[in-house]
T-cell receptor, first 115, second 111 residues
Framework: DARVTQTPRHKVTEMGQEVTMRCQPILGHNTVFWYRQTMMQGLELLAYFRNRAPLDDSGMPKDRFSAEMPDATLATLKIQPSEPRDSAVYFC?????????????FGPGTRLTVL | RKEVEQDPGPFNVPEGATVAFNCTYSNSASQSFFWYRQDCRKEPKLLMSVYSSGNEDGRFTAQLNRASQYISLLIRDSKLSDSATYLCVVGVNNAGNMLTFGGGTRLMVKP
């Protein structure tokens, strides 16, 4: 049963610290997404990769957030420096693009608390 | 105006009831439609795709009305385990595999 995995599952840190979240997409999927979910804003798209190339990161605060895919099995989302307003659940999702929009499969999320 | 709008609820229904959720989308170029389910403190999971002709999966029926740009989900014979948030999701093919999520409708099924 293929799944998206994310680490860490929980992270508590202090304001100003660097946070790195990791995601392993489902093997064979060629699209990867990072989302942030809060009670107030719901699910927001932060970044989108296809075949490891970043296609859309317009939802991401550029001054402190960065997203990369160093290889096909790893996607990272980094916040530096972190702020209390970054507290949220961060989901990674993957899917397979073959010319028509298809479903996405979500990882269990990283629950981030910035004090 | 949000691209995908849903009534946030909560919908409180007794076990065995039939409940329906609607969702409207603003992008007329949308071509893919889904319902996802999200349990408390868990990730969203695909419940079902929505096809133009409508489709059914057990107690769940999804309908699409392209002319009016709305999607519906009907749940028959509600179970306690159906309690969750239901997310309406829309995709546009020329946007790659990007999906737009509604804010979700919360359902609480009571004994």
């Amino acid at each position: 049963d293929a799944r998206v995995t994310q680490t860490p599952r929980h992270k508590v840190t202090e304001m100003g610290q660097e946070v790195t979240m990791r995601c392993q997409p489902i093997l064979g999927h060629n699209t990867v997404f990072w989302y942030r979910q809060t009670m107030m804003q719901g699910l927001e798209l932060l970044a989108y990769f296809r075949n490891r190339a970043p296609l859309d990161d317009s939802g991401m605060p550029k001054d402190r957030f960065s997203a990369e895919m160093p290889d096909a099995t790893l996607a990272t989302l980094k916040i530096q420096p972190s702020e209390p307003r970054d507290s949220a659940v961060y989901f990674c999702a993957s899917g397979f693009w073959r010319g028509a929009t298809d479903t996405q499969y979500f990882g269990p999320g990283t629950r981030l608390t910035v004090l | 105006r949000k691209e995908v709008e849903q009534d946030p609820g909560p919908f409180n229904v007794p076990e065995g009831a039939t409940v329906a959720f609607n969702c409207t989308y603003s992008n007329s170029a949308s071509q893919s439609f889904f319902w996802y389910r999200q349990d408390c403190r868990k990730e969203p999971k695909l419940l079902m795709s929505v096809y133009s002709s409508g489709n059914e999966d057990g107690r769940f029926t999804a309908q699409l009305n392209r002319a009016s740009q709305y999607i519906s989900l009907l749940i028959r014979d509600s179970k306690l385990s159906d309690s969750a948030t239901y997310l309406c999701v829309v995709g546009v093919n020329n946007a790659g595999n990007m999906l737009t999520f509604g804010g979700g409708t919360r359902l609480m099924v009571k004994p």
